[in-house]
């Protein structure tokens, strides 16, 4: 063996230990890729190669390579060669019995890689790497411009050697990333979960087997003013006695039996214990949940809890309150009670007052027919004598019909008055069965009680100089009402307008009647509108006019005597009754309110009759 071969050898050596060199500090480096990049720069220097580049093609292993002295304009750079992409990749993929490949004019060379033609090498020759036996990952190659002379046996030998070396570089590289890539997926995972933890609103604890505590949140933290690195490895700051007893008896038995468990239990605030104030605990509801852990063994117990503290403090100011409210509502009760005893002496007192006032009305309007009764009765009597006398003196005809005549007049004088006291006990009985009525005939139609009363009316002939127009703009008109008291009260306040009108002379009389919705306090309501041009009411008389047995019919110069004895001031009385009975309402506008511009007359009254559709919607407010 020459000095040249000797030479060659010991270079082949040197290179193996060096690379072997390389490879331990691979082992113990943090960056493992830069020094892979560096035993690859290392080991074409060695083969006095001009360039070099790794490749990995599994799946396993991840895609990856390296390259040494090809530019960065080069095609390979940031590409993966691919098994199938020929060159020597393709051949040693295919041909896997072969140790090495050499492939001479190589980028003339029909398996020549495409990616690598454009470099113009002329001699290239490779080995495949391996992690496992027969699992072929990807190739170890090198590339020459300029190399005439075939691979030699030292190269041979020293890919042999290397090959293993770049194999055990590759993985480590490879896993030295992946343990990278988990631990920071382990700490992504780790800031996460408690990012997650600390964001709940409940309390979350874990503690060991022996109740100390490993974790607790941020809502622990807050509730009991501790925070975790104080109370890590500590127990529960519980408040002392059997409340902890219970606590430590539930843990034992979710630890034993591998149950779930939910109990409430008091703790200590750090500002108690530290102050020495007066206990005032947070009352935590805690469920108890076993961790297991691969092994199917108990290692923790995970603790969920909520701070209902200032529920039971809301609660108990609840039921204080519930206490005071219920004393207040028997003291409300109690004056109920006494306001319902003053309510019914009020009324008893109402009822002889009513009474009082009716009897002296009731006097005044019977009193005087009969005082005129009386009257007629003794000029009656000395008439009769006068007559007697007529038998027995000689009396002349004239004097003898006078006489007749005075007679005839004193008894149509108690006729008529006999038929006013007729008229006031019956208006007086209909107002007392009024006031007593409580029963509706349900869905009355307003529009047909108007309709059928100005028919009725229209009948009587003193009403033929009137005329009554009636115009409804309406869409809904049925109440719960009785049919025949609302046609009195209509027809009572026509014989009103008639009157007021035949008062007014020179006039052509005209009664006008409407019917209209509107709401009011978000209830449905109906109202009439009875509007007349007659002679009108004083304004100092309109609050009277409701009022029993008020008339101001005798104040009006031309009233005519002959109405008082149908009309003695009960049928506006009444008709207010029967409205209240119906839970409406009468009122009366005088000058009269035109029904079409809402603007007041020359002259006139309007009577106006509002009446709910809803009854007992009224009746649930007024309670």
């Not at 454009?118 to 090198?142: H, R």
């Not at 063994?297 to 204080?320: F, M, P, R």
Request: overall charge neutral; proline content about 2%.
């Amino acid at each position: 063996m020459d000095s040249k071969q000797n030479n060659n050898i010991d270079f082949y050596t040197e290179s193996i230990k060096k690379i072997q060199q390389i490879l331990r500090k691979l082992l113990e480096t943090s960056q493992p890729d830069l020094i892979l990049e560096k035993t690859l720069e290392e080991s074409a220097y060695y083969f006095k190669a001009d360039a070099a580049a790794i490749v990995l093609w599994d799946n396993e292993i991840g895609f990856f390579n390296t390259t040494y002295n090809i530019s960065d304009e080069s095609s390979i750079k940031g590409s993966i060669l691919k098994p199938y992409d020929q060159g020597l990749d393709n051949r040693l993929y295919r041909e896997r019995n072969r140790k090495y490949i050499a492939l001479s004019n190589y980028s003339k060379n029909m398996d020549a890689s495409k990616i690598m033609k454009p470099l113009g090498f002329n001699y290239a020759f490779g080995i495949p790497i391996y992690i496992k036996d027969e699992q072929m990952v990807g190739s170890l190659c090198f590339y020459y411009l300029k190399r005439t002379e075939k691979i030699s046996e030292d190269e041979i030998t020293l890919l042999e050697e290397i090959g293993p070396i770049f194999s055990i570089a590759i993985l480590h590289a490879r896993l030295y990333k992946d343990i990278i890539q988990l631990k920071a997926k382990e700490n992504k995972t780790n800031n996460f979960l408690n990012l997650l933890l600390n964001s709940s609103p409940d309390i979350i604890i874990n503690v060991d087997l022996t109740g100390k505590v490993i974790f607790w949140n941020k809502a622990a933290e807050n509730s009991i003013k501790i925070k975790l690195k104080e109370i890590k490895n500590k127990k529960l700051p519980l408040v002392p006695g059997r409340n902890e007893e219970n606590f430590y008896e539930l843990l034992t038995e979710v630890r034993n039996k591998e149950i779930i468990a939910e109990k409430n239990f008091l703790f200590q605030t750090k500002n108690e214990k530290k102050k020495k104030e007066k206990p005032n605990p947070r009352t935590i509801n805690l469920s108890f949940v076993p961790v297991i852990n691969e092994s199917g063994k108990i290692d923790s117990i995970l603790i969920t809890g909520k701070d209902i503290s200032e529920e039971e403090h809301l609660q108990k100011k609840i039921y204080e309150y519930h206490l005071a409210l219920r004393n207040k509502d028997e003291e409300i009760l109690s004056s109920q009670e006494k306001i319902r005893g003053f309510q019914e002496d009020l009324k008893t007192a109402q009822k002889f007052a009513i009474i009082g006032q009716i009897s002296t009305l009731l006097s005044h309007q019977i009193n005087n027919p009969l005082m005129s009764i009386i009257s007629a009765l003794s000029v009656l009597d000395d008439d009769c004598e006068d007559i007697f006398k007529f038998r027995h003196k000689n009396f002349s005809e004239k004097e003898f019909a006078e006489a007749k005549n005075s007679i005839k007049n004193q008894i149509n004088e108690i006729v008529r008055e006999g038929k006013r006291i007729k008229t006031v006990l019956k208006d007086l009985r209909q107002f007392s069965e009024i006031t007593q009525e409580k029963h509706f005939r349900k869905n009355t139609d307003l529009v047909e009680v108007v309709s059928q009363t100005i028919k009725e009316i229209k009948t009587q002939k003193k009403y033929i100089d009137v005329k009554i127009k009636f115009s409804k703009n309406i869409n809904r008109a049925k109440i719960y009402g009785n049919f025949s008291q609302l046609k009195y009260v209509i027809q009572n306040i026509i014989e009103n307008a008639y009157l007021s009108i035949k008062l007014k002379k020179g006039i052509k009389g005209l009664i006008q009647i409407s019917l209209e919705n509107f709401v009011y306090h978000e209830n449905n309501y109906i109202r009439i509108l009875i509007n007349d041009n007659g002679i009108g009411i004083e304004s100092d008389e309109l609050d009277n006019i409701f009022d029993p047995f008020y008339s101001n019919w005798s104040n009006i110069k031309q009233y005519n005597f002959e109405l008082e004895k149908y009309h003695i001031g009960l049928s506006l009385s009444i008709a207010n009754t029967i409205m209240l009975n119906h839970y409406g309402r009468i009122l009366c506008k005088s000058p009269a309110i035109n029904i079409k511009t809402n603007e007041k007359e020359d002259s006139g009254s309007t009577f106006i009759l509002e009446f709910p559709e809803n009854i007992e919607q009224i009746k649930k407010e007024e309670r």
